[in-house]
T-cell receptor, first 114, second 114 residues
Framework: GNSVTQMEGPVTLSEEAFLTINCTYT??????LFWYVQYPGEGLQLLLK?????DKGSNKGFEATYRKETTSFHLEKGSVQVSDSAVYFC?????????????FGRGTSLIVHP | DTAVSQTPKYLVTQMGNDKSIKCEQN?????MYWYKQDSKKFLKIMFS???????INETVPNRFSPKSPDKAHLNLHINSLELGDSAVYFC?????????????FGAGSRLTVL
């Protein structure tokens, strides 16, 4: 079946540091890939997405590239801020039996210190 | 105007009780979901409905019963609550015909079973 594997957290960084959160997936065919972010006390919200190989999703300084050859979708940001502290979820979506089945990774907590 | 709204936001109850969580979306989406998030932030899909029809029913105790009176509503009823049911429950919705079905989440309903 489909699965998503993310690096375990928490990831702790100082403000302005470079961020990478690794994500790899297992799925047949060509799923769509997503990063969602969950701020404390809130629901998940879409951060960025990519729908085909070599697509780059970007938003709020974050970016991730859909790498079919390595089945990866790593999240990066050049300079993190305290306000980026949140839990980040990698996810994939693929049609199965006529329905879109969303699959989430376990989430990676990011803590950014001033 | 909240896109996906859940009520109640907090629910504290005794073991053995029956409770319901309501969810409504005003986005015109065809598909709605219930997810359970545990204390380690792991997200587990419980149910998915498309146009009031059940399309995903993961391994969930039959004490949990979803009900979709129309495509804008998906309620979750839980019978005979147990301590292990304590979690945050998220409702979400998505369009059905999108090539990359982005989920819109509610703010969550925190259930505490004493």
């Amino acid at each position: 079946g489909n699965s998503v594997t993310q690096m375990e957290g928490p990831v702790t960084l100082s403000e302005e540091a470079f961020l990478t959160i690794n994500c790899t997936y297992t799925a047949t065919g060509y799923p769509s890939l997503f990063w969602y972010v969950q701020y404390p006390g809130e629901g998940l919200q879409l951060l960025l997405k990519a729908t085909k190989a070599d697509d780059k999703g970007s938003n709020k300084g974050f970016e991730a590239t859909y790498r079919k050859e390595t089945t990866s979708f790593h999240l990066e940001k050049g300079s993190v801020q305290v306000s980026d502290s949140a839990v980040y979820f990698c996810a994939l979506s693929k049609v199965t039996g006529g329905s879109y089945i969303p699959t989430f990774g376990r989430g990676t907590s990011l803590i950014v210190h001033p | 105007d909240t896109a996906v709204s859940q009520t109640p936001k907090y629910l504290v109850t005794q073991m053995g009780n029956d409770k319901s969580i309501k969810c409504e979306q005003n986005l015109g989406h065809d598909t709605m979901y219930w997810y359970k998030q545990d204390s380690k932030k792991f997200l587990k899909i419980m149910f998915s409905y498309n146009n009031k029809e059940l399309i995903i029913n993961e391994t969930v105790p039959n004490r949990f019963s979803p009900k979709s009176p129309d495509k804008a509503h998906l309620n979750l009823h839980i019978n005979s609550l147990e301590l292990g049911d304590s979690a945050v429950y998220f409702c979400a919705s998505s369009p059905f015909d999108s090539g990359a079905n982005v989920l819109t989440f509610g703010a969550g309903s925190r259930l505490t079973v004493l």
